[in-house]
């Protein structure tokens, strides 16, 4: 492997920009693999992305726009003379350019299509949603007969002369389309030269309706392995199929999501930089007063213990330190929780031994975070009192913290909803009010207040 | 696609057994796919397992066990009759026994392939790093010579008799065993049957050394879309090749990893609940007690402003609510921060846009939370001067927290130290005890106290 170095590259580039030889840039780029030119692109200005993506070789200009985000590339096709647009366009799936459609107004698109040889294979793409089995989907596959033999099939195929090098499976339909199995090319190759496809074809082939949702095509095709996903219609009549790639974003994404939710925020619908700032703030400031609201219960709380407070002021110095401790223990607990549901280590079923388990955790933590906090404010010169009153606070909200950082991920996902939303901000929140509860009641009882 | 339905199935296989119908509760096993048969094997007890595994086709076992954890085939595989483990293990691939064996004991590994067919697969495979390519690749491949025409090699093939169904590409080695080039099936058959290998194969074929780490590996395969990636040695001789299936596991440990981190915890090693209580406090008691020591910093920050606190004690009841909304705010922004830099929406060279972005979306986020605060606080019966405070110190400390969450995570990346160390309970943790500060500071000059 030649090890890809962008700052490299970028700068022989600028070099040949610089000194106007188009030519030398060009060749620079082309001999890059895809995602490295997509990643060079990207950092380009675009100015020289427009004076370069004519000049590549059209194949490579057609991989070049189906790396990019479907908004960069709309935004680079506008700004392309109309000749250009054509011959890219022309090269790339037809999938791919559905995608892009989408970013264009209607006028737009459909004078586009009249420029194309093939119209017919976009059109029908452009009617399903694009976050649908129908939008993921490209209609450029090759449908072979039960009654063809592998010779036959592999002839057809032959014919057919495929881009696509991954292409690995084919699809067997019965004589008015309606999908009936699928044959590997290994087993094409493999079989005899006579057998009849029916004899050896897959009968038991996964499909989806094209209406089908995109995330459930994504779950589909990782837990089944699948890189290809035949799409039909009502009838089981082959309409198209979903290759992997299409499907490698859509995982990407949903795991942004659940990052983002952790975080205490609404997941972005674009990419960060993109987004306005009141867009950003719109997707935070909902969690946020909600969280603020519930954590002026810790108002309230304080409020409660009012005369403690004032009889002894010290112990106000110990307030964010026992429920910020008590906040990161249910953090730890929460995250460890939402991701063992989400690759399955634990189910529902599991809930009593989880709860069980981080009870225990819980009370080692709470041990050694109570002899470490005794002695540190012994060190602030508190009185042995207090100081025994910190250490039995925090050894109680640990524990506390832990099992209420088991229950609720458990419980979000038993009511069907999404357990990142117990995120750490919400975990802190809800431990800080019970918290200072426990810290108080046990300051009365110790230091006899 | 026949839905699964787990609870369905459970309870047919269930009845089965109870009615000591080994027979029918195999034929119920065997019509499902091979991850479905894991999901349903995970669910049933250890006896169940064991009966039910050396009934089952041996193929069918195979991807079965190879679907399991590794810990979990490798306890079945002990409990099983030593004649049905040698048939299972035959029909496994070489890697996956590999990687089985690695679990146990050198002289039941030695006894194990004393009675393998060809133990010489599984031998060379054994003596690289598991969490290493050559600890992922498996050497069943077939290699072709460049001299080979297309119809030689769809020849090759067909002898070879693979039964990956996944195959689809194949790669070309000079006469001394040297990596020259890669063709995939689609091109064998489309090309003419009388052409060359050397005049179509891609020679620039991208590989890895053997003791490349498995997170590299991952992240070229995934970068590159590689299915296929060939293992060479420091001669560039052809070792073995790691099929993707191989690394979806290394990215899903990886995204485990970032969330538990994200948590403020240091990754498990190995399935949730079966870590000891030990072994997961052991995991999360290093950042709970750091944290707790800069958080104790808070304490510092509260004695410097004693006489204020014991001036206007309703100071304190703003504590919690204060640090906490700062906190949130703060992990609202690294989350978003961490998850935009590891999918490339930004790189270090945004570090100045989006800091000035945060900058923007924390003042307009700072002014809203502001405006709650002072209605908050004038419910409480504050008086509007300490309102004022609270409303001023909020603002303040949002901006902060903003502008310190998008700092950090790039400023890590920077140093090269995984971003996501800046952990939602790192951020209030540091935004506590300065939020304090910036609290206080303003209520002095406010208040006049």
């Known amino acids: 492997l030649t090890t890809f170095n962008i700052e490299h590259v970028l700068s022989r580039l600028r070099a040949s920009l610089e000194a106007n030889d188009l030519n030398q840039a060009v060749q620079t780029l082309e001999k890059l693999r895809t995602p490295d030119q997509a990643e060079i692109f990207e950092a380009l200005p675009a100015g020289d992305q427009v004076a370069l993506l004519p000049q590549m070789d059209p194949e490579q200009s057609a991989d070049l726009l189906e790396e990019l985000e479907d908004r960069d590339a709309a935004g680079l096709v506008r700004a392309l003379p109309r000749e250009a647009v054509t011959r890219i366009v022309e090269a790339m799936e037809p999938d791919e350019v559905a995608d892009l459609m989408g970013e264009f107004e209607p006028e737009d698109v459909r004078e586009l299509l009249t420029r194309l040889e093939d119209p017919e294979e976009i059109h029908p793409l452009l009617l399903h949603p694009q976050d649908s089995a129908g939008g993921l989907m490209t209609s450029q596959f090759l449908a072979l007969r039960r009654r063809m033999t592998a010779r036959e099939a592999l002839q057809a195929v032959h014919a057919w002369k495929p881009q696509d090098d991954y292409l690995s499976f084919l699809f067997v339909v019965d004589k008015s ?196 906090a005794y002695g540190r404010a012994l060190l602030w010169g508190s009185s042995p009192a207090l100081a025994i009153t910190i250490a039995l606070a925090i050894c109680t909200i640990v524990v506390w913290a832990n099992a209420l950082g088991a229950v609720l991920p458990l419980l979000a996902s038993r009511l069907r909803i999404d357990p990142t939303v117990v995120s750490g901000p919400v975990m802190s929140t809800l431990v800080d009010a019970t918290g200072l509860f426990i810290y108080f009641s046990i300051a009365r009882i110790v230091l006899k207040l």
Chains 1, 2 share one sequence.
């Open 177 to 372: 389309g309606h999908l009936m199995g699928e044959v590997s090319l290994r087993q094409l190759i493999v079989a005899n030269p006579q057998d009849e496809l029916a004899g050896f074809m897959n009968p038991d082939v996964i499909s989806v309706r094209a209406g089908t949702d995109q995330e459930e095509v994504a779950r589909l095709m990782k837990r089944y392995d699948l890189l290809y996903l035949p799409v039909v219609d009502r009838e089981n009549m082959l309409l198209g199929m979903i290759t992997f790639d299409d499907v490698i974003d859509v995982l990407e994404d949903e795991a942004t999501e659940d990052i983002q939710r952790l975080g205490g925020a609404l997941p972005l619908d674009e990419p960060y930089l993109r987004m306005g700032t009141f867009a950003v703030t719109r997707k935070r400031i909902g969690w946020l007063m909600l969280l603020f609201l519930t954590e002026s219960l810790t108002g309230t709380v304080l409020r409660h213990f009012q005369s403690e407070l004032q009889t002894m002021v010290a112990l106000s110095f110990f307030i964010p330190l026992l429920i910020g401790t008590g906040g990161n223990a249910g953090s730890q607990t929460t995250s460890t929780l939402i991701r063992a549901l989400a690759v399955g280590d634990i189910s529902i079923s599991d809930a009593l031994r989880a709860w069980w388990h981080e009870l225990r955790v819980g009370l080692l933590l709470g041990l050694g975070m109570g002899a470490v």
